[in-house]
């Protein structure tokens, strides 16, 4: 993985290596859980937004975990209470890039925006 600027906050640099972690060492998903608002707000290209989302969100990180092969960091920009990073998912059939949007709320992650082509995704062998 290529690693976040040393001006990415914490929760971010944690959240990324878990990301890139794999499928065991993610398990159910409890120390991802532990970075996310017991509320979050998210919204994806194949989940739609939804608030109140953080056990929705897990289970579907998981199936990404499972397929994610590496993570590339394209840029990113951070404002203390929200950031954004762009990046390159390679995946089995291919890489896909990837945009998240953060908010952040007392060291967690509050609302999460994920922008990414949804048919490619899933054509790469994205889950």
Do not use: C, N, W
């Not at 600027?5 to 998903?29: C, F, Q």
């Not at 896909?96 to 509050?110: K, N, P, S, W, Y």
């Amino acid at each position: 993985m290529s690693h976040l600027s040393p001006s990415a906050p914490p929760v971010l640099e944690r959240y990324y290596e878990i990301l890139t972690g794999g499928a065991d060492a993610y398990g159910r998903g409890e120390e991802l859980r532990s970075l996310l608002s017991e509320r979050l707000e998210f919204s994806g290209a194949l989940a739609g937004r939804h608030t109140d989302a953080t056990d929705g969100f897990l289970h579907g990180v998981a199936g990404f975990i499972g397929a994610v092969q590496s993570i590339d960091v394209v840029d990113e920009v951070h404002d203390g209470d929200s950031s954004a990073v762009l990046y390159d998912a390679v995946l089995p059939g291919g890489t896909v890039r990837f945009a998240e949007f953060f908010t952040f709320d007392d060291g967690r992650i509050d609302r999460l925006f994920l922008h990414y082509d949804g048919p490619d995704y899933l054509a790469k062998g994205g889950r």
